[in-house]
């Protein structure tokens, strides 16, 4: 075998080229004058071409056939490689327990070898899969610790994901004016670097912030320009992370089309990358949609396949999200009790894991729940809760639903200025966030109050 082969195969690899490394890295193999040292590359590059084309299971017998070179020659920087390149694997089926075990043996050699900058990416990626898994402050502490080896290091293409991350805790807490901080430092970063990646990451993160303000055109915006981006420039993923955002922005605005739409988009990108999380999120997102479009059937299905994803990967926030959406479901097909269950479950996730927006929303459903069941105290204690919440974080969807309850709940007891006066708010609200339909709604209730 000529050396040059191997720098023609290199030369493919890195300028994206990959059927034609493919190509040249099986022949190369095939020679009995390739060293093992070389072998070990060679079926890591293969890994890595197979993984960008979403052939994962291929790409996990390259890296084992590299992993098994790399233990015999007990070659420590490509152990390292491969253990991190399977924890990603791993991560993207959905198998985070595998993945943390992956990650935790990189990040042990790493940390031996004095590698600091491994031990950064390492880092950034465990967080990930506590992020997932809703061990918040345990994810907090992994960015943070990669945040300090990185500006130490001058490592300065790991700052946006880093602040990006951390926004994403702090949004996931509630403190939307903290995330916004720190997705615009991503922002400022990643525009210096020209990181078209983070860029449009970055985008959807600032839109999923203005949704929950209630800025209902600026986070499209964001979105739309998001997508703009990943389009240009085939960063797929996060083209269908934008979708997803951009169907609960529609969703919110009451235009369900759009929103079935954007979540199948989402869907189908994500079911081509094996992405479970993304599938999992998507399934829920159009049961959602058709739970207020009255499809149960559908909804349940989806519901449940969501579930099974979520419950294989101790995804704890999206575990909170099923059980939400089931008792949406249930609590429209008037099955009550179970719906009361249901809300409950997922407001204890929401509790273990801090999720702010999950409890103001579960309590707000809660509030409506108990009014129809006509226990009017646990609706009044429940609807308190929420707006506590949701005015303390300034989620003005969820305030506008919990005025829209409390006017229910005082129109039970005749009492007509009360109700009134919360039907107004939510008026207001919902014609700030653009759902007519909503506002249509609530003042067809003000002018029945109104006339009688």
């Not at 327990?97 to 600091?116: F, H, V």
């Not at 979540?263 to 189908?268: M, N």
């Not at 308190?384 to 006017?407: H, L, P, R, V």
Request: aromatic share 10%; net charge negative; with cysteine.
């Amino acid at each position: 075998m000529k050396k040059n082969q191997i720098q023609e195969a290199e030369l493919f690899f890195v300028s994206g080229q990959l059927f034609e490394a493919e190509i040249l890295y099986r022949k190369i193999i095939k020679t009995k004058s390739v060293s093992e040292e070389q072998k070990a590359r060679i079926y890591c590059n293969l890994g890595i071409i197979y993984s960008i084309q979403g052939e994962l299971k291929k790409a996990e017998a390259e890296y084992l056939n590299s992993l098994e070179i790399n233990k015999k020659l007990n070659r420590q920087e490509g152990l390292s490689n491969i253990y991190c390149n399977l924890g990603v694997l791993y991560s993207n089926w959905g198998d985070m327990a595998e993945a943390e075990k992956m990650y935790k043996q990189s990040l042990e050699i790493d940390e031996n070898s004095g590698k600091m900058e491994g031990v950064a990416g390492i880092c950034i990626n465990l967080g990930n899969i506590y992020y997932i898994q809703g061990k918040l402050e345990t994810a907090e502490e992994m960015f943070n610790k990669a945040m300090t080896i990185s500006k130490h290091l001058e490592l300065f293409d790991s700052l946006p994901i880093i602040f990006s991350n951390l926004g994403s805790i702090n949004l996931f807490w509630g403190k939307l004016g903290k995330a916004e901080e720190l997705f615009r430092n991503a922002l400022k970063t990643s525009e210096i670097l020209k990181n078209n990646e983070a860029i449009s990451s970055i985008y959807t993160s600032l839109a999923s912030v203005n949704h929950k303000w209630g800025n209902i055109e600026a986070a499209i915006d964001l979105c739309q320009k998001a997508i703009s981006i990943s389009i240009q420039h085939k960063i797929i993923e996060n083209e269908a992370n934008s979708y997803s955002v951009l169907a609960e922005i529609y969703k919110t605005r009451g235009d369900l089309s759009e929103a079935e739409k954007f979540f199948k988009q989402s869907l189908e990108i994500d079911e081509k990358l094996e992405k479970k999380v993304g599938i999992a999120d998507d399934f829920c997102g159009l049961a959602s949609v058709y739970i207020i479009n009255n499809e149960f059937k559908n909804a349940e299905e989806l519901l449940n396949k969501s579930f099974e994803i979520n419950k294989k990967m101790e995804n704890l926030s999206g575990l909170a999200e099923n059980h939400y959406e089931f008792a949406n479901l249930f609590k429209r097909k008037k099955e009550f009790d179970v719906a009361e269950v249901k809300y409950r479950q997922s407001l204890e996730i929401a509790e273990k894991t801090n999720d702010i927006e999950r409890k103001g929303k579960c309590f707000c459903e809660l509030g409506d729940l108990y009014v129809l069941m006509e226990d009017f105290n646990k609706a009044k204690e429940a609807l308190d809760k929420s707006m506590e919440i949701n005015q303390g974080c300034n989620f003005k969807e969820n305030s506008a639903k919990t005025y829209n309850y409390y006017g229910n709940l005082y129109l039970q007891f005749f009492e007509k200025k009360e109700a009134l006066k919360n039907y107004n708010s939510a008026l207001k609200l919902f014609e700030e966030l653009g759902n007519q339909q909503k506002a249509d709604e609530i003042k067809l209730l003000i002018d029945n109050i109104t006339k009688y």
